[in-house]
């Protein structure tokens, strides 16, 4: 069956109120109805249902949005306790991985569970003929009535849009893990660089997913890890091509509160989850970090949630750094540091990619060296007259004084004190003067 997209099922046909359809109007509003209806008679985007009332991301209002690995979900108390968890904690958004649920008549299934509405891709079977994977969405009310349309992209990516302005797309991944072979791996990060290369340069755009990697200090600026493993290899170099950052690995946390896994047979702690967003948008990111608060739904994963409010404001352009390429191309070991970080960052190269993303990683690595090898000059400070040796001298005199002056107003104290101020100021032409 060829990949579709599915409208929104909640969205009013023609001549319905939104208000009336919200509640079980066109499409399946519950227990698993599908759209089945072609890619041209669905359309890709609703807009004349889109209103700004209905817009998701707004100035003034916050809304959370996360990505949860819940390990399993066939049981339906499980599903409805994760329900009941998202709408506790005001989540509207949540990529859920690993829901184990196979349907494989229809690619996406529509379902609505206490308050919430879940839009799943199906699991597939493992060796053992037993289900593994899927990807799954879940909304609250309002990510409900701003949802456009979804995509099925590959078993393994869902994609969703959602009326605003901006407008936001949201993608649920799950990666093959650590240990998969390095062909599923390599599949899997270009079918997800098609998706992000398919999402217009304005929208929001979150990417919500375990991706089974870890991120060391020289990728991230606040991991959990000590170093980066090949998944997270991967993972920089989808971070760089699109200009993408880990929200979770941007604010300075304790290290408690940056793992997302613990494996059950060693008690191992791990950061595998991210959400990714562009960085035009990191102003709009109030918050990013995992919680233990879904634990009743029985994963080994933390949720990990972002609050987001729209911000416009441009980023304070970062002071300009010189470097000291004098003391550089004077010691041996720097450069022969600087060899090694170069050729580290661009291994990628090897793989055949394309020459103006081969181009960018160069570009990007050279960046990385230069930062962590090459010295840094001091910044030549403007010297300040005021705060000169002598005229810090000369104030002092006037304001003793000035105290002596108004403990005894005396006409002679007076003439010491006019005198200090002749010379206070005569003290600032003298150095004008030197200089």
């Known amino acids: 069956m060829k990949n579709k997209v599915i409208p929104n099922p909640i969205l009013p046909t023609a001549g319905v109120r939104r208000n009336i359809a919200a509640d079980g109007g066109a499409g399946p509003p519950s227990g698993g109805q599908h759209d089945d209806r072609t890619p041209n008679q669905q359309g890709r985007v609703l807009s004349d249902h889109s209103t700004p009332s209905n817009a998701l991301m707004r100035c003034r209002r916050p809304f959370v949005m996360g990505t949860f690995n819940a390990c399993t979900v066939r049981e339906e108390a499980r599903l409805v306790e994760l329900a009941h968890c998202a709408e506790e904690r005001g989540v509207e958004i949540l990529g859920i991985q690993e829901h184990r649920r196979v349907h494989t008549d229809v690619q996406i299934v529509y379902r609505r569970v206490e308050r919430c509405t879940f839009i799943t891709a199906s699991a597939w079977p493992n060796e053992a003929q037993a ?23 590959t078993d393994r990516i869902l994609i969703a849009e959602f009326s605003g302005n901006p407008v936001t797309t949201v993608i649920v991944v799950y990666s093959p893990t650590n240990v998969a072979p390095s062909e599923e791996v390599e599949k899997f990060y270009e079918d997800l660089a098609t998706a992000v290369r398919d999402v217009p340069a304005h929208n929001f755009l979150a990417i919500l997913g375990d991706f089974n990697a870890r991120l060391g200090p020289e990728d991230a ?10 998944n997270g290899a991967y993972l920089t170099a989808l971070l760089m091509e699109h200009e993408l950052l880990a929200a979770n690995t941007i604010f300075r946390k304790r290290t408690g509160k940056r793992w997302t896994f613990q494996d059950r047979a060693t008690g191992m702690l791990r950061q595998l989850d991210y959400i990714l967003l562009r960085q035009k948008w990191r102003n709009s990111i109030l918050n990013a970090e995992p919680y233990s608060t879904f634990s009743s739904v029985g994963s080994d994963h933390c949720v990990v949630s972002m609050r987001v409010r729209l911000s416009l404001r441009v980023p304070k352009p970062s002071p300009k750094i010189r470097h000291d390429w004098k003391a550089f191309t004077t010691n041996p070991g720097l450069q022969t540091r600087y060899t090694e970080e170069v050729r580290k960052r661009f291994w990628q190269l090897d793989k055949g990619a394309e020459p103006s993303s081969e181009y960018r990683i160069f570009v990007v690595a050279n960046e990385e060296a230069t930062r962590l090898c090459v010295p840094v000059l001091d910044r030549a400070r403007t010297s300040l007259r005021s705060r000169h040796p002598e005229v810090v001298a000369a104030r002092s005199r006037v304001e003793e004084a000035h105290l002596n002056f108004e403990r005894e107003p005396i006409l002679e104290r007076r003439g010491v004190l006019n005198e200090a101020k002749q010379f206070l100021f005569s003290t600032y032409n003298t150095i004008t003067g030197r200089n």
Do not use: E, F, I, Q
């Open 221 to 230: 600026p606040y991991p959990y890890h000590d170093s980066t493993n090949r």
């Open 131 to 153: 289900a593994t994977g899927g990807v799954r969405l879940m909304l609250g009310p309002l990510a409900r009535k701003a949802l456009c349309w979804v995509y099925h992209h």
